[in-house]
C-alpha cells in the first residue's frame, strides 16, 4: 500500500511539473552588467551551459559565432552560460582567445542545478514566452543545423521578436 501511495504522489508531482518551463535568472555578463532571464521573455535565445575546460564545448564555439552573425539581426540571441570557469577576468581570457562574438554570462552551481545540467555542453533553445523548445546534450555533427532549423521554426511560428532588424537579402 505504501509503494502504491508512493507511486501516485511521484505520479502527481511529475505531472504537475510544466516540463517545458526555464528557470529564471539574474546574472553577470563579463561587461559587469547583469542580464535577467526576464529581459528575454519575448525573445528566442539559444542558451549553451559551457567550460573552459570542457573540449567539446570550445570544438562548438565557431558554430555559436556562426548562429549569433546569422541569427542576431532577426531578434535571436544566443547565449553561453559559462559555468565551472573561474573569475569573469578568468573568462574574459578565453573569451578573446576564441574570438567569441556572442553574449557570455557568468553562471553559478546554482544556475546549473535548477536547469538540471549534469554535463557539458547543454544547450537550450528557448522560444517566446520563455519556455523550452529543445534541448541537445553533448555534441553531435549535426547540432548545428539541427538548431538552426529549431530557430527558423520558432521564426515562422513567432511574432517579430522585440528589437529585430527586418532586412530583405535576396
Do not use: H
Not at 535565445?45 to 546569422?70: G, H, M, Q, R, Y
Not at 553574449?103 to 533553445?125: A, C, E, K, R
Request: proline fraction near 5%; charged fraction near 25%.
Amino acid at each position: 500500500m505504501r509503494a502504491l501511495i508512493l507511486v501516485c504522489i511521484l505520479f502527481a508531482t511529475a505531472t504537475a511539473q510544466q516540463p517545458d518551463s526555464v528557470p529564471q535568472f539574474s546574472l553577470p555578463q563579463l561587461d559587469g552588467q547583469t542580464l535577467r532571464s526576464e529581459d528575454l521573455k519575448d525573445k528566442i535565445v539559444i542558451l549553451d551551459f559551457w567550460a573552459t575546460w570542457c573540449e567539446n564545448c570550445v570544438s562548438e564555439i565557431p558554430e555559436f559565432n556562426k548562429l549569433e552573425k546569422e541569427y542576431s539581426s532577426r531578434g535571436v540571441k544566443v547565449i553561453g552560460l559559462a559555468v565551472q570557469s573561474g573569475w569573469a577576468s578568468d573568462i574574459q581570457k578565453f573569451v578573446k582567445q576564441y574570438n567569441m562574438r556572442y553574449t557570455v554570462l557568468v553562471g553559478n552551481d546554482d544556475t546549473v542545478s535548477d536547469f538540471g545540467v549534469i554535463s557539458f555542453p547543454n544547450t537550450y533553445v528557448i522560444g517566446p514566452g520563455w519556455k523550452v523548445y529543445k534541448k541537445y546534450s553533448g555534441v553531435s555533427d549535426t547540432k548545428a543545423a539541427d538548431i538552426r532549423r529549431d530557430v527558423e521554426t520558432l521564426l515562422k511560428t513567432s511574432p517579430e521578436p522585440k528589437g529585430a532588424k527586418i532586412t530583405n537579402e535576396d
